[in-house]
């Protein structure tokens, strides 16, 4: 944009109303330009302002529920000292958004299924409201969060964002059209996010040695972001939460009372739930196609406890969980925990190690009964063995009425994401749009799952999770952008959301209200849901169309 077509374009837009007018005395940003942009586009560094005015956003919320605005900030000089806020809405949260370098694109995935081509600087982590430099020529997007109180009229609330710097303020008014419909306060998607909780890599971002009261405090912070994004199953280590020991009848015996506090924890947090026990066992030296799982087990041995591993079939597997999963089918039972509890076996079971599962479930089921038995899994021909079917996005796209089956029959079906599927398929990959995010729980609605699991929350296995967001995986391996972690650490806040988490709450909470709409009008809150996921690998690309449905799910809720 040249200088005068600059300098004609915010005369033009102050004039609409685009810029408000300053307050008297408070210098302007000469050549600073703010404007909205929906929270659903990523806003690279390079963009432009619009070449016409605008008109203020207008953010429509239900009652109850969290919900976004964006704006972008483009300045013809360097601005330094930058700092934001929003005027008008006391609880709104404001985020520069930051950038992460990728080194390349999500494999086996069309240009046109990403949102830009790498290598290049990605939006994601939400870092603090505040800037030290922003150079000349450069656009800074801006987010602001915010919960709608339960108890708000029906109405339009106004409000403005402010941004300050050395150089002067500016400011963009938006409103937020609040309507009569209510989020429910009920969690009926069941909803996982894997987390490190402890270990030296935890120490490293968090400063706490485990278990003791600082680690404790951290988790409870941990607790409280999950809550407040609707999570609502914890995946529990039972391994490092339960003790072991030599009962006086030499066998061994276990102390629960870690297990305790850890599950408290969570549930003062309002996040549990559901209880997910931590993986019985492994895949031996990670071997993807290792025919036998490796179980980790306790044995007494001189007198002492000693740290074993075994294969399912084998005498002492067995001999193991002949005592430790009894003990903790009884200790949930005595709190009152066993209905909300599920175990993992072994993850993604596959064809090669398939008949290695079935004896490690029998085993569960011939020890601990009354636990429910939970896995990822990309093999359908396990039917007995699992109650809670986790399948991969893909594989439960392809056998769909095998799944659907397995409803009937009583169990459980999940949908979990991970560095697959790719391609036309949801995902919450960095380098994907946003609205792939939110729609993976569209996904689950229109198709009847019940459940969502991801394994990387805060999985941060490199240094600077803000400077290398693609992770090695083995040999020449490389994690996709994000896959591993959607939360990022800070030393003074914890951890800090991105544009992804955010997204995905979104999404949760438009389960739960298409959940609430079928109550009334199944069929309607399965038309809306179909116009934006006609098929799983093929869901809506366009903003504009994912906002119009979502007015009239909102619309129809406040009938």
């Known amino acids: 944009m040249g200088m005068a077509r600059h300098w004609a374009f915010l005369a033009a837009a102050a004039a609409l109303g685009g810029c408000s007018p300053l307050r008297p005395k408070e210098p302007q940003m000469k050549s600073a330009v703010l404007w909205p942009v929906d929270p659903l586009v990523k806003v690279f560094r390079d963009v432009m302002p619009p070449t016409g005015p605008w008109a203020p956003a207008e953010v429509l919320a239900a009652r109850n529920e969290y919900e976004s605005a964006q704006f972008v900030l483009y300045s013809g000089e360097p601005l330094t000292g930058l700092r934001a806020r929003v005027e008008g809405l006391a609880e709104a949260e404001v985020s520069f958004v930051g950038f992460v370098p990728l080194r390349a694109n999500t494999r086996r995935t069309p240009d046109e299924e990403v949102v830009r081509k790498a290598p290049g600087l990605f939006p994601d982590p939400l870092l603090p409201p505040a800037l030290d430099k922003l150079d000349a020529g450069t656009s800074q997007p801006i987010f602001v969060t915010f919960h709608v109180p339960k108890t708000q009229r029906p109405g339009v609330r106004k409000a403005r964002l ?110 549990i739930g559901q209880i997910e026990g931590g993986h019985l066992g492994t895949r031996p030296g990670g071997e993807w196609t290792a025919p036998r799982f490796t179980i980790r087990l306790r044995a007494i041995e001189g007198g002492k406890v000693a740290e074993k591993w075994g294969h399912p ?99 459980e079906v999940w949908t979990y994401t991970c560095l697959a599927p790719t391609g036309t398929y949801p995902n919450r990959l960095i380098d994907y749009s946003l609205l792939k995010v939110r729609l993976l729980h569209w996904v689950n609605f229109r198709f009847g799952a019940t459940g969502y699991l991801h394994w990387g929350w805060n999985q941060w296995s490199v240094k600077d999770p803000f400077a290398d967001v693609e992770p090695p995986h083995g040999g020449n391996i490389f994690l996709p952008p994000g896959d591993a972690w959607i939360v990022y650490p800070s030393k003074e806040r ?22 609430l709409l079928a109550k009334k009008s199944p069929e309607k809150a399965q038309a809306l849901a179909e116009r934006l996921v006609p098929k799983i690998a093929a869901p809506e690309k366009n903003v504009a169309t994912f906002r119009e449905v979502r007015r009239e799910l909102l619309d129809a809720l406040s009938q």
């Not at 011939?366 to 986790?390: C, F, M, Q, T």
């Not at 800090?496 to 959940?515: K, P, Q, T, V």
């Open 162 to 271: 402010v941004v300050e710097s050395d150089q002067g303020r500016i400011e963009q008014p938006f409103s937020v059209r609040v309507v009569k419909a209510t989020l429910p306060d009920e969690r009926t998607l069941a909803v996982t996010n894997w987390f490190s909780a402890h270990g030296p890599r935890f120490k490293s971002f968090h400063g706490a040695d485990d278990w003791g009261e600082a680690h404790w405090k951290v988790l409870e912070h941990y607790a409280k972001v999950m809550a407040a994004y609707r999570q609502n199953v914890v995946l529990t280590p039972i391994y490092q939460l339960i003790d072991f020991s030599v009962g006086p009848d030499g066998k061994l015996a276990f102390g629960f009372g870690r297990f305790d506090r850890w599950v408290k924890l969570f549930q003062d947090a309002g996040v």
């Open 313 to 411: 079939g084998e005498p002492a597997v067995e001999e193991f969980l002949s005592q430790f999963l009894p003990a903790i089918q009884k200790h949930l039972e005595e709190k009152g925990w066993l209905g909300i509890y599920t175990q993992h076996l072994c993850d993604e079971p596959i064809k090669e190690n398939a008949e290695s599962y079935r004896i490690l479930a029998a085993l569960v089921k011939k020890h601990a009964p009354k636990l429910r038995r939970i896995d990822a899994n990309h093999y359908a021909e396990l039917v007995g063995s699992l109650d809670v079917w986790v399948p991969q996005l893909n594989y439960y796209d392809q056998a769909l009425g095998f799944y659907r089956e397995r409803q009937k029959a009583g169990d």
């Open 494 to 515: 914890v951890l800090l959301s991105s544009l992804r988490f955010e997204a995905m709450r979104d999404g949760i909470e438009d389960y739960e209200l298409l959940a």
